[in-house]
């Protein structure tokens, strides 16, 4: 079914042909995608992009998405067992999320959308923060200024914004840091997002906008989600707009190297649309069998994004200890989390009131004391 | 001291936060070269440089979404959003983002930014233009939301504003803007908590609460109470978003009647949750139920009916007749 020859760039003048190829999983709208490793993991030339990681950084790339993906499944299972509220697989979203991170700074700042654990791992969140929204112990806390990774955002699309004031601040520093802000194809449609591709594009702002496109936004295919595609749309806001193989981590990992390049030298935003799939369903709550079919499901099997790599860096000659010392470590890593996760147990409710307000009102203070007198009228009983 | 208008108290508070702080940017529709259309940003951006006084494009969730990342990045934003009745494409900025980060984050993600609206009706304008929408906000845990009634008041309550380290919403009257001039102590430091109501005029048999535009009119009231031999206490909450609730029960007990009054429809305004507190909290010392004067229960109405709906001083006095009367 796939070949590289299906991924190559085409061009369709017929308007009335389904948007969606289905042998490339490109959408057949002229728009080139951007690929250096084709679904068998064989190298393809391009004329602009090539690789630049290195086997050694590959390797560290392919580990994080090994178990990224290990704690993905941890996810799912903890939820089947009750004991996650609900888990948002990012399987088979890997290569785009690693692909991009790779190829920021550390001190670059990044603003997820809610499904980059890939992405959060590699900049160094312990995944049991993200496993704890889940669980319902917090809303999202981490480090921010320490991990430069920013807060997961559930309302979709909203954090464009802040990304794009965030890099319009960097700019104001004179700093040569790059914002990377994560979307997903829905969220193009939110009013919020062309808002901040304009104000991104009139500021010139040193931010990136990865559209992880992985064909539906919960149920709706991209086909009755635009017609005009995230990748195209960003000439329109006055940037460059570039489309890639998203289950390719070389090419994304290229293509967002060209973007930071870009910004940090002052050519301000990008928009990049990395053409993925989700394996897995939209959240534990979903359930994809009811519009999508098993055919496609296992077409884009074919093109799993660690698959790909791992073929890679065989032909390189990586060694079979290697994997199997992954595969021990991706054991070990979800052991330990599933068993930290069991253990989580929320603060007080009365505690939030540290959070509402730099310093409590009075009348949160009085409100607090009202309900630990509550609360505390309950105990024995 | 030096007489200013409202608006130009609000400019010099501005100005010197400016001054005093150089990560404090403004960014708005039509702020930079023509000064806002109030003028409030006249010569803002002439004497701080555009990077630092920015003309957005005309998108309102992008001007307060934007200045929250900013404020991420370390900078003190004031938004400019050009009337009351065009905020609403930032509610989810405000009320999700803005007013939570703080919340979800436990801390570690703040949002000191200020969004500066101007409110109130009775300006002879069209529609959208003579809103008062803060019942939408004032629900909002982790807004903070202060409205000045005087030019004084509002040359401090901007500066503190800024100065907060939550989000702060400052309504601004906007047909005091140019119509209402009073003494301002450029040199005063802004001092004092944001979230403080003031007695503006002391008095024994009944209560009037209001803030922003309103608390005018209801001096206006007392005045002319006082010719009628009644004594009217006036209080100006300035923060409507905490409120400040010891100086309200104070008064309450005080007079034993209490009238608040505001521009915003009647259902669920901010009268709601003061009638409901003051008698959970001084029932006993109430001699009246607690009245209400307000907008009408009708979407803002075309400016030549709009006398009619913004609370008079005539409304005022006939509410406080039934007060008495009991």
Known sequence: MTSTNAWTPRIVGDANEHPDDAAGGMPADGIETVQLLDAEGGEVRHPTYSPQLSADEVRDAYRTMFLARRIDVEGTNLQRQGQLALWAPAKGQEAAQIGAITALRPTDMVYPSYRELAMAMRRGLDPVAILQIMRGITHATWDVDALRFGLFAFVVGAQSLQATGYAMGVTLDGADEVVLVCLGDGATSEGHVSEALNFAAVFNAPVIFLVQNNQYAISVPTSAQFRGAPAARAAGFGMPGIRVDGNDLLAVHAVVAEAAARARAGGGPTLIEAMTYRIGAHTTADDPTRYRSREEEELWAGRDPLVRIERWLRDQGTPEEYFSDLSDEADELATDVRARVLTLIPDGITELYDYVLAEPSAALVEEREQVERYLASLEGR | ?326
């Open chain 2, 1 to 326: 001291m030096v007489q200013l208008s409202m608006a130009k108290a609000i400019t010099a508070g501005l100005s010197r936060a400016m001054d005093r702080n150089d990560h404090v940017v403004t960014i708005g529709q039509d702020i930079g070269k023509l000064g806002g259309v109030f003028r409030i940003t006249d010569g803002l951006q002439e004497r701080f440089g555009a990077r630092r006084v920015m003309d957005s494009p005309l998108a309102e969730a992008g001007i307060v979404g934007t200045a929250l990342g900013m404020a991420q990045r370390g900078y003190v934003p004031v938004c400019e959003i050009q009337f009351d009745g065009f905020v609403f494409p930032a509610f989810d900025q405000i009320i999700n983002q803005a007013s939570r980060l703080r919340f979800r984050s436990q801390g570690q993600v703040t949002a000191p930014i200020v969004i500066r609206l101007p409110y109130g009706g009775n300006v002879g304008s069209i529609e959208h233009h003579g809103e008062s929408p803060e019942a939408y906000f004032t629900p909002t845990p982790g807004l903070r939301i202060v409205t000045p009634s005087t030019p004084a008041d509002a040359y401090e309550l901007i500066q503190q504003a800024i100065d907060s380290p939550d989000p702060v919403i400052v309504l601004e009257p906007k047909r005091l803007y140019h119509s209402l001039k009073g003494e301002v102590d450029l040199d005063a430091p802004p001092s004092g908590e944001l979230d403080r109501a003031r007695v503006v005029r002391l008095g024994s048999e009944v209560t009037l609460i209001g803030y922003g535009p309103m608390v005018s009119t209801l001096l206006s009231a007392a005045k002319v109470l006082a010719d009628e031999g009644h004594s009217a206490e006036v209080v100006d909450l300035r923060s409507i978003a905490p409120i400040d609730w010891a100086t309200v029960e104070k008064s309450a007990r005080k007079t034993g009647r209490v009238i608040v009054a505001h521009e915003a429809p009647r259902t669920s305004g901010v009268s709601a949750e003061l009638a409901a507190r003051i008698q959970e909290r001084c029932f006993f010392a109430l001699e009246a139920p607690v009245l209400r004067v307000t907008g009408l229960d009708m979407p803002y109405p075309p400016s030549r009916v709009e006398t009619d709906y913004v609370p008079s001083v005539d409304r005022v006095l006939q509410t406080v007749d039934r007060a008495l009367a009991y």
